[in-house]
């Protein structure tokens, strides 16, 4: 069964490094505080990308250069078995898009589909995991798939087909969202329709009638769902976006995101989310840090008050940050406390959450902090961990408007590459 966010740990900054980005902070405070940039035109089309415009986004080069093989392979070198999973291929799908780089677009896509699934998207989602076996063969190592990877293919295939006026990745789009429908959804007792994490291993009765669903809060990014219940019209994505975000709202514990949360109907069907995840616990780390950036890419979709209701309800980061330059790498939901610091990845993937507050001292902290931390330099780039990359160009590419979610959720792109 797959449990997302087993990450190895990060190495917390050095004394050094602290020390660095707590005297850039105060200098970059002394100086004036960031002032975002002006709003982008609605829905701009892409322009054809020169060499010289791509190296404009050294994020997305650096990236490029440590992760991605020449036959469109994405490694995380940080695991024993060299893997690859379906989260960081289509991740890097959707960058690609970002930066106009259809050929590293095609090459990815093309290893997915091949690897993952079967050679046929059309007919199955993708496994979620890859890499080298015991016996030092290669080839998929957990069949069972990843809910997250799968939206995110069918949302990136299909706003690819958008911008590149490419029929071919609508239609694949839109045959990865029907087997999503088909093989992922599933009629909860007191919250509808949901989104299993995957199809084996998430839903759980015993001998008494008891029943348990566990979910990932980070699975479910408001403006894709908007996205999916706008293109599609159907009434199960419709209901799917309204109960999904129930779910973040009746999960956060203290302000905070959870990495997994649990659903228990008893076998007279009386339902209750639970305290803590049955296999987790009540824990917010490597998973739920996602949660607070999707919320941020979200602050479009609503109303000032409806972003101000939101922000409330996940109040916990921004108010670790008044005190602290670094996230926590974790915390217990129940308690409040806070276990380390979390890596660059995790200021980065607060940015977009950051700047949805009106006060931007926090966002100017973690921005410095992250200059600190990451300086793109060949040394760096080569110990660059997988998902603090991610992290990276999901945060900061957000930041310098390299993207944007439309009210209906439609991607909306700065035109840079």
């Known amino acids: 069964m797959r449990v997302e966010g087993d990450h190895p740990p990060r190495s917390s900054a050095s004394l050094t490094q602290r020390r660095q980005y707590l005297l850039a902070a105060l200098g970059s405070l002394a100086g004036g505080l960031f002032q975002p940039r002006a709003a982008v035109a609605s ?9 010289s415009a791509k190296s404009t986004w050294a994020d997305w080069l650096s990236y490029k250069s440590r992760f991605i093989q020449s036959d469109g392979r994405v490694i995380d070198f940080s695991t024993p078995e060299q893997q690859s999973t379906s989260e960081g291929q289509v991740y890097t799908l959707f960058f690609a898009l970002v930066a106009n780089d259809r050929a590293i677009f095609e090459r990815v896509l093309a290893w997915t589909q091949s690897n993952l699934a079967g050679n046929d998207l059309t ?33 990136t295939l299909l706003e690819a087909a958008r911008y590149w006026q490419e029929p071919r990745y609508a239609a694949l789009g839109s045959s990865v969202m029907a087997l999503i429908e ?9 919250l509808g329709i949901m989104l299993l994490p995957g199809e084996q291993g998430f839903k759980v009765t015993d001998k008494t009638g008891l029943t348990r669903w566990r979910f990932n809060p980070s699975y479910l990014p408001p403006f894709k769902l908007r996205y999916f219940s706008a293109k599609s019209r159907s009434q199960s994505w419709i ?17 905070y995101a959870a990495d997994w949360v649990t659903y228990q109907v008893s076998a007279t069907g009386e339902g209750q989310w639970l305290a803590a995840d049955t296999e987790k616990g009540p824990i917010g780390s490597y998973d739920a840090i996602r949660v607070y950036s999707w919320l941020g890419m979200s602050a479009g979709l609503w109303s000032s008050r409806e972003k101000q ?5 996940y109040r916990g980061m921004q108010q670790a ?15 409040g406390q806070q276990q380390e610091e979390g890596g660059v990845g995790f200021s980065a993937a607060l940015l977009p959450y950051l700047s949805a507050w009106p006060e931007a001292r926090l966002l100017a902290q973690q921005q410095t902090r992250i200059e600190a931390l990451w300086d793109g330099s060949p040394a760096r780039v080569q110990s660059w961990n997988y998902y603090d990359a991610v992290l990276l160009l999901f945060g900061r590419g957000w930041l310098e408007k390299r993207f944007r979610f439309q009210r209906d959720g439609a991607l909306q792109l700065r035109g840079a590459c």
């Open 182 to 190: 088909k093989k992922l959804f599933v009629t909860v007792p007191g």
């Open 43 to 51: 829905q701009p089309a892409l322009p054809s990308c020169s060499a």
């Open 321 to 335: 940050l008044q005190t602290n330059l670094a996230p926590p790498r974790l915390v217990n939901l129940q308690t």
């Open 123 to 155: 007919a199955r989602l993708p496994a979620w995991k890859w890499g080298r076996r015991p016996d030092n063969t290669w080839g998929v190592l957990d069949p069972n798939g990843a809910s997250d990877a799968d939206l995110w293919l069918a949302y």
């Open 309 to 313: 209701q939101w922000l409330q309800l």
């Open 239 to 255: 209901q799917l976006e309204k109960n999904s975000l129930t779910l973040l709202r009746q999960t956060t514990q203290q302000g």
